[in-house]
């Protein structure tokens, strides 16, 4: 099976063998950290264990410029780039191989995670330094990033999973990095048992997937064939719904797990318990992504199934909305963040559900610049506030540190999505999309989204860095700009969220929407695009224009709105929150209370059935089993009664009756010799008795 | 061949020298004065006898001896060996033994080679008039040797339990055996056989005279219903004996049943398959018997505290074991049942000799006697009790599985398997009283007062003799098969 | 006056037979208990003398008899003995008394 | 080297031998001793394992011998892809733990003989191909493990090792039976008299007629026995709802007797299914697998890890882990799809190394702390770091965390039994949230969070420990990578008895 694939792929397919290096390279990393960092530390210093750490996904990032480059150098439809390593599992019909793709989709990403995980790295070499676990810190983000670059390059939906799994075992040790706070280490199992739910959906999506191609004759988990056989799926139908749709269903379950969307958002929040540059590279940049990526990747499946592409169009909708609503609340500056990160993915999901997919990847993509940037920013504020998160006690930072307050203005600016910043670029092709494809409501409530996005991210820019100090003097005496490790990715982050907007500049703003373009060939299929307006409707319309303004005026009024309530004080905060009465305030505030509801249902009645079957079992099945025990005991007493009562009593009864026959017997008479042969005389009667009977 | 008299004494030796060994022993414990070469002799007799009666294993042709009244055949010198043995090892055991140094050394052993030669001619007998006498030869015999142990309550009282159980048993035996007399007008079993083969008799009266007689034979195996005076004599009787009991007459009475129930009841078809004759269809009285026989066994024995009267519940238990290789009515349910009396010898006198070897230097024959006996340097001994014993259960690589996997087989093939399966579920059921002791004597620790016991050479020789037997032939049992094998051929003149 | 016949012998063989297994059932003294073997073994004989009188004209019959005799008595000699000893242990020979063995 | 396999029996056995006349008080030379007879059967189990020719399904290094002619009982040893994952997993587990049994001091002669006895009737279990000689060896086991935990065992050993022995045995009288019935209906064509060579036994032609089509107590007879010889096994397994013995043995075991009993003991159940059940009444196996295997091992998948969630003894959990985990195993059995099948038997393979894994580690903390109360620890992590590094990859591979063993195997199980009921598998597939719940819970309240300060000065893990786990560790990443290692042994083999099967669905 696999060698025709092969064959039936052989022009296509480019094989190189230096892709294993870029996942390979991190691995190393992680592995010589992992095991000799202590005594690397102790002996080299921290600088050498930061310096192995660090080289590895710089390294990779060399690597995957070329790769990018080689498939430039190729014709649009042979674009692929393969590595096989090994073979991994091969029985029956089921043959997967550990081997690394690169086509244009997973190009885009590795230079993500490479790049921002690279200069994430070098920030944390400066943000870590006080951590004496420094050596444990890089060598699980090393295995991040090894596990990521597995997910994205795997050729196969097993070898995915192996890197969707172990990314979330990254973030499962990187939350609970200070692991000996409980909240951390509940925050870690936390994350790591919601995303086991995702999984859950992902592999019956991955087991229905494999047997239906199966059954139309092509049992295969590699993508290129899926994207070749699914057409074989249009009309297969499993347990009375259409099978297509019934895998992207279950995929997007997964998707959802990953990528905190509603209704398995719940870990993200928590998840900001790790280290700042955590939430950055994991928590924003990358491994939230993946649910993207692996619709994009699946795309033609998606494009089968409209019906999972309106429900992905609505939750994206509503976890954007909800996320960015309990974003205006918080004051935890990475509380914000990590709600917007939410709100964003929401933003992107919206793009994959109308069938945008470029558009949606391209928005991963200025996200990852702008939100790693914020996130950055924040760690260095912390940094300097001496992990101090609450605004409330900030302010006036900017006269502080101008390089953070810069390049942290710069990203807020981009995702509030004001021209010419990236985030403008790629959220606004995203409303247009859901607009252009019908979604009307969709586009609504994203463009609330957006309204608000401004207005909480202007917010935490206004109560972080303007008007007067709110910090305790002795934190205050302390206040400095981060060092240069820190500032310069800093920097580099906030020009990529500053100009990167530009590699995708829509036909209606007389650019030629190169990115899209990039991905086409991964992600449009011909005839199967059932809906949505893929390939960014060449001919332009008006109302594009007039969308696009209106998204940049309702950006305008959140900022608007924000700088009145937090800046210059015409508005007051608190008499708003009354406006709309504080009940409502203090459900958004408490998040909707959804931590609340899961702990008392699912939860709850998970914890009930345990103790149940635990009960169950020691109770009824192993009472079943000593009860058995029992019987036969009790039998044994039964016989020893018997011996005792019933025979002697049998002697008395005949004795009885003897003594009325009149014989001479005076008195009753017994006597265990005579019980004895009493038996031997009622065996030998019975048996007579038997037989004539 | 029909020997008279004079000829006849040409198969009779082994019997010869008992007899004659028995009238020595008497006359020597008047003049003897070292009474405890009288133990040894009778070891030296026992053992000559034996060979006596391996020489004649080669098969010199069988033979009816003394006018019909006892036979000489193959199945008759399996159980002479058998008996041999147990006497043997019986009074091995009796020299080592405590209780028995206080008893008059001659007419102990006397009775004791007396009763082996009872047990000669119940294996021999071809006659009613011959099974009776041979039957209450034993019996007497055994009510003294039971008693044996002067001014002893418990000893003096076994015996008369016993006698007058036996007088009863027997009396009810020989009430039946005049109506089978009456009713074939024979009383030798060839005779009975030809005439019930005739079939004229009223099947009715012959079923009555055959549950009466089983009445008798019952009570010699142990067998539920007429099981109830084994207990009391064996906690009664001085441990030899009752190891002696256990095995020696146990076999006996199997040999008197066997040679009853099959060549004077039953006719031999092709195949080794014998059918019933006459319309008495015993085989299911002796299928009740055996389930009866195994769960009463196995019941009463969980709740037993006294190690004599656990084993005295587990051999009635195995009676019911062995019943099952009758009711096939097949030689190869005989092969097995012979087979299984052989792996019996060994390894329930292997556990009696412990239990005296226990009893020696403790004077205790109960559970708390035996507690924690590895832990205090009865390792060896404990380590071949848990042999027997599991051995007893069934439990493989030990000869007792092989036993127990022979009679299912015998059943199984003639596809008895409910009954397989009540034999089965029975051993298990075995398991738990057969490991308690087990867990006495590892898993508990001693408290201080169970007293040391200490292994000696000779009954250490004995022990080790049978453990090794029942490991032995748990993994390479062919020389006992064959034997069983040979020594399933009755003489049917 | 009609002729005595087998079944006469029989059913006084038999009548004797249940008076000796009553016995037994009911004596609680060891030797009535013994006496009633007797009777059951005398009843045996009856049947032996009366089958080999009427039916098989053979002495079997009568040759088990005197054996039967004859194993009788040694067979009261040696429970005498026993009882003997008992009575010497226990000062009694009342059965009910010699209990000791059971559970 | 064609008694290769009965030297592998028979040297634990002689070392056995070995030991117990060794004089009295030298611990260490027994300790040593028996380290040097259970070297040799590794060593042999690797040259196999390099020696074996994955291309053959039948049976290979084959030896035969007469043992009891008249009863036509052979000795016939061999090894098949089935049977040689499991021959390696039981010559390395036993050499391990003759390590993790270090710590005995009680009657260490007698420790030692017995546990190398064990060893041989493992070894004989998994090579025997006479179905008498099957039985010996499955009961031989027995008697050693009674006593190992019996006397060895923890508080409550007596009651746990007299139920494990006798609900076994209650499992091996139907065997016994079965076994019987079987042999009194196969004739070898060769000689044209009943045998019990499985290898007659497996070819339904010699079967009876009665076997195959025959009615007894109002069943089918090939039903029947199927069932007798399913329980027999199934206690074993242990299955739903024979399970209960488990907890009690494995909880009141020594630390290296738990590994035995979870690590090989298990495996002998399903062993047994597929070398009986599967390849000598197929018709039946493909009758009775929907209920008997499939829905009972959903039933032990996701109970077992509802019921290990609830316990508080760390060493109960990993117990009712076990349960949970072999529901797999028969799950896979029972999807009749290639992928099933070799998960299953590759699960046998992982669940071996991986339950052995937590099983040291487990008794590694209860050799410091004497007590395995969950709720007792806390934030271990911080005083034994390496100790807690172990701990982790042995319990994420447990939840089946991609790249480690145990998820290969589960998820080809998953996969294979998808096609044949997918509504299971899906119930079933709930059990990795599950898992990972009991597992990480149980993980951060003892090895994270604030330290216990009870146990500030515990002492890590030592080199005789690190030396025991180290291998198992390896195996479980080197297989969670390269699964194809142990895959294409048995491939072969499975297909081949898979087919056998399936043709009757």
Redesign the interface.
């Known amino acids: 099976m696999q060698e025709a694939a092969h064959t039936a792929h052989e022009a296509a397919i480019h094989t190189v063998t230096y892709l294993r290096w870029i996942p390979l390279l991190p691995l190393i990393g992680a592995v010589i950290n992992g095991i000799g960092g202590y005594w690397i530390q102790k002996s080299a210093g921290k600088n050498v264990v930061g310096a192995i750490a660090c080289a590895m996904p710089l390294l990779g990032f060399v690597l995957a410029v070329r790769a990018f480059l080689q498939l430039m150098g190729l014709d649009a439809s042979e674009r692929l780039l393969l590595d096989s390593v090994f073979p991994w599992i091969h029985v029956g019909n089921l043959a997967v191989d550990v081997a690394f793709q690169i086509d244009p989709l997973s190009s885009v990403m590795i230079l993500i995670i490479t790049g921002v995980g690279g200069l994430i790295h070098i920030y944390s070499t400066a943000y870590m330094h006080e951590e004496p676990a420094f050596w444990r810190f890089f060598a699980y983000l090393n295995l991040f990033t090894f596990a990521m670059l597995t997910l994205v390059m795997g050729d196969n939906l097993l070898l995915m999973f192996v890197g969707w799994e172990g990314v979330g075992l990254c973030s499962y040790a990187l939350i609970g990095f200070w692991y000996s706070e409980w909240a951390n280490a509940s925050a870690g199992s936390k994350a790591f048992i919601v995303n086991r739910v995702g999984d859950f959906g992902f592999m019956c999506a991955t087991f229905l997937l494999f047997w239906s191609l199966a059954e139309a004759g092509h049992p295969t988990l590699l993508f290129r064939e899926i994207a070749q056989h699914a057409p074989l799926l249009e009309n297969h139908v499993f347990w009375g719904m259409g099978t297509v749709t019934l895998i992207t269903m279950l995929m997007f379950v997964g998707a959802t797990g990953k990528s905190a969307q509603i209704p398995l958002y719940v870990w993200l929040p928590d998840a900001m318990a790790g280290p700042t540059p955590v939430s950055a590279l994991i928590h924003a940049a990358t491994m939230v992504t993946a649910g993207v990526y692996m619709i994009a990747r699946l795309s033609v499946l998606f494009d089968m199934a409209p019906t999972t592409g309106a429900v992905i169009a609505s939750v994206g909708a509503a976890t954007a909305f909800f996320a960015a609503t309990i974003g205006t609340t918080q004051f935890d500056i990475k509380k914000v963040l990590a709600y917007s990160t939410v709100s964003q993915l929401g933003f992107m999901f919206i793009a994959m559900g109308v069938g945008a997919y470029a558009t949606g990847v391209f928005h991963l993509m200025t996200h990852a610049f702008f939100k790693a940037c914020l996130f950055l920013g924040s760690g260095s504020v912390i940094h300097a506030m001496h992990h101090e998160q609450d605004m409330r006690k900030m302010g006036g930072l900017k006269k502080w540190m101008p390089y953070t307050y810069a390049t942290y203005l710069l990203s807020t600016l981009a995702i509030a999505g004001i021209p010419p910043f990236s985030g403008f670029f790629s959220k606004d092709e995203i409303l247009w999309k859901a607009f252009s494809s019908g979604h009307r409501i969709v586009w609504f409530v994203a463009v609330c989204a957006a309204a608000m996005t401004a207005f909480y991210m202007f917010r935490s820019v206004y109560m972080t860095f303007h008007g007067e100090s709110r910090a305790d003097e002795h934190t205050k005496h302390h206040l400095h700009e981060s060092p240069l490790a820190m500032t310069i990715p800093l920097m580099v982050l906030a020009a990529l969220a500053t100009f990167s907007g530009f590699l995708n500049v829509p036909h209606a703003l007389f650019g030629d929407a190169r990115f899209d373009a990039w991905l086409a060939p991964v992600v449009q299929h011909g005839d199967h695009g059932a809906h949505g307006a893929h390939g960014g409707g060449h001919h332009v319309e008006v109302i594009e224009y007039v969308l696009m303004a209106l998204s940049v005026a309702v950006a305008a009024a959140g900022i608007w709105v924000a700088r009145a309530m937090y800046e210059t004080g015409t508005m007051k905060p608190d008499r708003l929150v009354y406006a709309f009465g504080g009940k409502l305030y203090r459900t958004v505030y408490n998040k909707y209370y959804v931590d609340e509801a899961y702990d008392a249902t699912v939860i709850a009645g998970t914890m009930g059935m345990t103790r149940v079957s635990a009960w169950f079992d020691t109770n009824i099945v192993d009472g079943i089993v000593n009860g058995s025990a029992w019987v036969v005991r009790m039998l044994s007493q039964l016989y020893g009664l018997f011996d005792h009562y019933v025979v002697d009593g049998a002697v008395n009864g005949v004795a009885v009756v003897t003594s009325v026959i009149g014989s001479r017997v005076r008195r009753l008479q017994t006597g265990h010799i005579n019980a004895y042969l009493y038996v031997v005389v009622l065996a030998v009667v019975g048996m007579m008795v038997a037989r004539i009977w | 061949m029909d020997l008279g008299p004079v000829e006849s004494f040409g198969f009779f030796v082994p019997e010869l020298i008992l007899g004659v060994a028995v009238i020595a022993l008497i006359v020597a414990d008047l003049v003897v004065r070292r009474k405890d070469l009288l133990g040894m002799a009778a070891l030296a007799t026992v053992a000559v006898s034996l060979i006596a009666v391996v020489a004649t294993l080669p098969d010199k042709g069988d033979a009816y001896l003394f006018n019909r009244m006892i036979v000489h055949d193959q199945f008759s010198l399996f159980f002479k060996i058998v008996f041999s043995l147990a006497t043997f090892a019986t009074v091995w055991m009796s020299l080592d033994s405590r209780e028995v140094q206080r008893v008059s050394q001659g007419e102990y052993y006397a009775l004791l080679l007396a009763s082996t030669l009872g047990m000669y001619f119940m294996a021999t007998a071809t006659n009613?008039?011959m099974a009776?006498?041979a039957l209450?030869f034993v019996s007497?015999t055994s009510?003294?040797l039971t008693?044996t142990i002067?001014?002893?309550?418990?000893s003096?009282?076994?015996?008369?339990?016993y006698?007058?159980?036996g007088?009863?048993?027997s009396?009810?035996m020989?009430?039946g055996?005049?109506?089978i007399?009456?009713l074939t007008?024979?009383?030798d079993y060839a005779g009975i056989n030809t005439a019930l083969a005739a079939g004229q008799e009223d099947s009715?009266a012959l079923?009555?005279a055959v549950?009466?007689t089983l009445?008798g034979f019952g009570?010699k195996i142990a067998a539920v219903?007429?099981h109830?005076?084994a207990?009391?004599v064996y906690?009664?009787a001085p441990i030899p004996i009752t190891a002696f009991l256990s095995v020696g007459s146990k076999a006996a009475g199997f040999a008197l049943l066997l040679r009853f129930f099959f060549p004077a009841l039953s006719k031999l078809g092709d195949g080794g398959q014998w059918q019933v004759i006459g319309g008495v269809?015993w085989p299911q009285?002796i299928l009740v018997l055996s389930v009866v026989s195994m769960t009463?066994g196995n019941?009463?024995?969980?709740?037993q505290d006294n190690i004599k009267r656990l084993l005295a519940y587990s051999s009635v238990a195995h009676a019911g074991y062995m019943l099952m290789g009758l009711v096939v009515l097949s030689d190869e349910g005989l092969r097995s049942v012979l087979f299984y009396i052989m792996v019996y010898y060994l390894m329930n006198i292997g556990a009696f000799a412990i239990v005296m070897l226990v009893a020696n230097s403790t004077g205790r024959e109960d559970f708390a006697s035996f507690r924690g006996l590895a832990w205090r340097g009865g390792a060896v001994p404990a380590v071949a009790m848990a042999i027997f014993l599991?051995s007893l259960a069934g439990?493989?690589?030990l000869a007792g599985?092989v036993g127990k996997?022979y009679l299912?087989?015998a059943i199984?093939?003639s596809e008895f398997?409910a009954l397989?399966?009540i034999g089965?579920?029975n051993?298990?059921?075995s398991?738990?009283y057969y490991?308690r002791i087990v867990?006495t004597m590892?898993?508990d620790q001693p408290q201080g007062d169970e007293g040391v016991v200490s292994l000696d050479w000779s009954t250490g020789g004995l022990v080790a003799a049978l453990t090794v037997g029942t490991v032995v032939f748990g993994v390479?049992?062919?020389p006992v098969?064959?034997l069983a094998?040979r020594s399933v051929r009755f003489f049917l003149g | 006056m009609m002729e005595i016949g087998l079944t006469h012998f029989l059913v006084v063989g038999a009548l004797v037979f249940l008076a000796g297994m009553f016995c037994v059932l009911t004596r609680r003294n060891a030797i009535g208990i013994l006496m009633g073997v007797e009777l059951i073994l005398n009843s045996a004989n009856i049947n032996y003398l009366a089958f080999s009188r009427y039916s098989s004209m053979s002495y079997d019959g009568h040759l088990f008899a005197i054996f039967v005799i004859m194993l009788a008595a040694a067979e009261a000699a040696i429970g005498l003995a026993i009882v003997l000893g008992i009575y010497q242990t226990f000062h009694t020979i009342d059965v009910e008394a010699t209990d000791t063995l059971r559970l | 080297m064609d008694n290769i396999l009965t030297l592998m029996i028979f040297i634990p056995v002689f070392g056995a031998a070995v030991i117990l006349c060794l004089p009295r008080g030298n611990d260490n030379l027994v300790r040593w001793t028996a380290v040097a007879a259970t070297v040799p059967p590794l060593l042999m189990a690797i040259w196999l394992y390099f020696n074996f020719d994955r291309s053959v399904p039948g049976f290979q290094f084959l030896q035969r011998a007469q043992w009891i002619p008249g009863f036509n009982i052979q000795y016939i040893v061999g090894v098949d892809g089935v049977s040689i994952t499991m021959v390696l997993l039981t010559a390395l587990l036993s050499f391990i733990c003759i390590f993790a049994s270090w710590g005995i001091e009680k009657a260490v002669k007698g420790y030692f003989a017995l546990f190398l006895l064990l060893d041989a009737g493992m070894m004989g279990v998994f090579v025997a191909l006479d179905f008498f000689l099957f039985f010996v060896f499955w009961e031989v086991m027995l008697l050693p493990m009674y006593f190992l935990i019996g006397i060895w065992g923890g508080p409550r050993r007596e009651y746990a090792a007299i139920k494990f022995f006798l609900y076994t045995l209650f499992g091996s009288a139907l065997m016994l039976i079965s076994i019987l019935a079987l042999f009194f209906n196969t004739t070898d064509p060769a000689t044209g008299q009943h045998t019990f060579d499985m290898l007659v036994m497996m070819n339904q032609d010699n079967h009876s007629e009665w076997l195959r089509t025959g009615v007894i107590f109002g069943q089918s007879v090939p039903l029947v026995i199927w069932m007798a010889l399913f329980i027999g096994f199934a206690i074993k397994i242990p299955a739903f709802p024979f399970h209960t013995w488990l907890p009690d043995a494995h909880v009141e075991a020594p630390t290296a007797i738990s590994v035995i009993l979870a690590g090989v003991l298990l495996k002998m159940g399903t062993y047994g299914i597929l070398r009986i059940n599967f390849a000598m009444l197929p018709e039946a196996t493909a009758t009775l697998a929907f209920w008997c295997l499939a829905a009972v091992g959903v039933v032990n998948i996701v109970y077992g890890a509802l019921c290990a969630m609830a316990q508080t003894d760390l060493k109960k959990l990993v117990a009712y882990s076990s349960v949970s985990h072999m529901g797999y195993v028969m799950l896979g059995m029972a999807s009749f799809t290639q992928q099933g099948i070799n998960g299953a038997v590759l699960q046998m393979f992982n669940h071996g190394t991986v339950t052995a894994m937590l099983f040291l580690l487990v008794g590694v903390v209860y050799d410091r702390a004497h007590h395995r109360n969950i709720n007792g620890f806390g934030g271990l992590a911080t005083v034994m770091p390496v100790y807690t590094g172990m701990v982790a990859v042995a319990f994420f591979a447990a939840l089946g965390l991609p790249g480690l063993s145990a998820f290969i195997s589960e998820a080809l199980v998953l996969l294979g039994s998808w096609q044949q009921n997918p509504g299971l598998t899906m119930i079933a597939a709930l059990a990795v949230i599950l898992s990972a719940g009991y597992m990480l819970w149980a993980l951060q309240r003892i090895w994270l969070g604030p330290l216990n300060e009870k146990y500030s000065d515990i002492e890590e893990i030592n080199r005789r420990e690190l030396f025991t786990l180290i291998p198992l560790a390896a195996l479980v990443i080197f297989l969670g990578v390269y699964p194809t290692a142990v895959l294409d042994l048995m491939g072969a083999s499975l297909n081949n008895l898979n087919s056998v099967v399936a043709k009757f669905l």
Do not use: C
């Open positions: 009613l008039l009776y006498l209450e007497l009510y003294v008693g002067r001014h002893n309550r418990r003096g009282e076994a015996s008369l339990k006698l007058i159980y007088g009863v048993a009396g009810t020989i009430y055996m005049s109506w007399f009456g007008g024979s009383m009715l079923f009555v549950v009466l009445a009570y219903p007429f109830m005076w207990p009391d906690t009664g269809e009285i009463v019941l009463a024995a969980l709740q599991f439990i493989p690589p599985f996997f299912f087989a199984i093939r398997y397989a399966l089965a579920l051993s298990v059921v398991l738990y490991a867990r590892f898993l390479y049992w062919i098969i064959n094998d």
